[in-house]
């Protein structure tokens, strides 16, 4: 009988980092809101971009009636892996915090206004609108 069997051991992972970049564009949270033009052969390509107060989220609003394809490829938003030489990657484990969940939820923000969500329930529709088809499928002929 083998007692050693028993108590498997386990084999220990070295940790490695898992940073990854998007590179798909430069932020500067300072500007609040922007916009250009794009020139794209015979057609000129407007462009917004605002950010949302309160957030990390911006809105990017782009006039889609011309087609700029042919002079600029579309950007690829795939994550790229960052490698680290042996003591970038040492100090790197050491400095990264373990991540711990919040301790509470947090679904609520003063500045956020949500009074106007949730009412589509209470639509309702005049008097006018709902008797006007009716009176027109009477008044007009049948066609059968």
Request: charged share 20%; proline share 6%.
């Amino acid at each position: 009988m083998c007692l050693f069997s028993a108590h498997k051991q386990r084999k220990v992972d070295a940790l490695q980092p898992c940073d990854t970049a998007y590179p798909g564009f430069m932020y500067d949270s300072s500007i609040r809101e922007t916009n250009s033009l794009i020139k794209c052969g015979r057609c000129q390509k407007m462009f917004v971009v605002q950010q949302i107060p309160d957030s990390n989220l911006v809105l990017v609003v782009t006039q889609a009636s011309c087609d700029c394809s042919r002079q600029y490829g579309p950007i690829v938003l795939d994550p790229k892996e960052i490698k680290y030489n042996a003591t970038v990657k040492c100090n790197r484990m050491k400095s990264q915090k373990v991540r711990r969940r919040p301790e509470s939820c947090h679904a609520y923000h003063p500045k956020e206004d949500a009074t106007e969500c949730g009412r589509a329930s209470t639509l309702c529709m005049s008097l006018l609108t709902f008797t006007a088809p009716l009176l027109i499928s009477w008044t007009l002929p049948s066609w059968a």
